[in-house]
């Protein structure tokens, strides 16, 4: 069973523009996320990540929000371009599993000049 | 410093046979984990090895079996494949497994099965 869900495959947005990537999870003893980005023959590189005792954390042009009453987390690239437009995974992590990572399918963000 | 890699990076075998894939982790990285990435489950999680110990496995099959050598180096084998092992196999090397501790990935080891 998918414990970590990405319900929107893809997603394009104009360079400038703000891109929001949702992740939805189902196990609340997750208590760490991460967010890695993908690009085409390449293996995922790590993004930003937030333990489950915050609700926000910022990286320059990237802030990771977590609402851990909705089981949901957010990805804001801000301003996003070109460069961005790759597979974004979301995963979460439990002790429960060792941290192993659980990965959401990915969202494949295509952003346009 | 150099990244994680795997070797070989392509592979096509027939139905039946064993494969066996290699990751070379990060200089100093002491846990590998692996993954098996498919367009219909996504990426999921096959073990984890630290100091040559498997400390975790994924619901995967008997038929995928893993170690890790001591120079932390670890090989992934899978014996009599199936159509459906056709992948993308990942290896991961971090300093240790704990939350937060980031992940590196390797490119993959693209794996068809005729």
């Known amino acids: 069973d998918q414990q970590v869900k990405q319900n929107s495959p893809s997603l394009s947005v104009q360079e400038g523009r703000i891109s929001i990537l949702n992740c939805d999870y189902t196990n609340s003893m997750f208590d760490y996320f991460l967010w890695y980005k993908k690009y085409p023959a390449e293996g995922p590189t790590f993004l930003i990540s937030?333990?489950?005792?915050?609700d926000k954390n910022e990286d320059g042009r990237f802030t990771v929000f977590l609402n851990k009453s909705a089981k949901h987390l957010s990805l804001h690239i801000v301003p996003s371009q070109p460069g961005d437009s790759a597979v974004y995974f979301c995963?979460?992590?439990?002790?429960?599993?060792?941290?192993?990572?659980?990965f959401g399918k990915g969202t494949s963000l295509l952003v346009t000049p | 410093k150099a990244g994680v890699t795997q070797t070989p990076r392509y592979l096509i075998k027939t139905r039946g046979q064993q494969v066996t894939l290699s990751c070379s982790p990060i200089?100093?990285?002491?846990?590998v984990s692996w993954y098996q990435q498919t367009p219909g489950q996504g990426l999921q999680f096959l073990f984890e090895y630290f100091s040559e110990t498997q400390r975790n496995k994924g619901n995967f099959p008997g038929r995928f079996s893993g170690r890790q050598f001591s120079n932390s180096r670890s090989e992934m084998n899978v014996s009599t494949l199936e159509l459906g092992d056709s992948a993308l196999y990942l290896c991961?090397?971090?300093?240790?497994?704990?939350?937060?501790?980031?992940?590196?990935f390797g490119p993959g080891t693209r794996l068809t099965v005729t």
């Open positions: 995963a979460a992590t439990t002790p429960n599993s060792g941290y192993a990572l659980n």
């Open positions: 200089s100093g990285h002491r846990s």
């Open positions: 937030i333990s489950s005792i915050k």
């Open positions: 991961a090397s971090s300093l240790t497994q704990v939350p937060g501790g980031e992940q590196y």
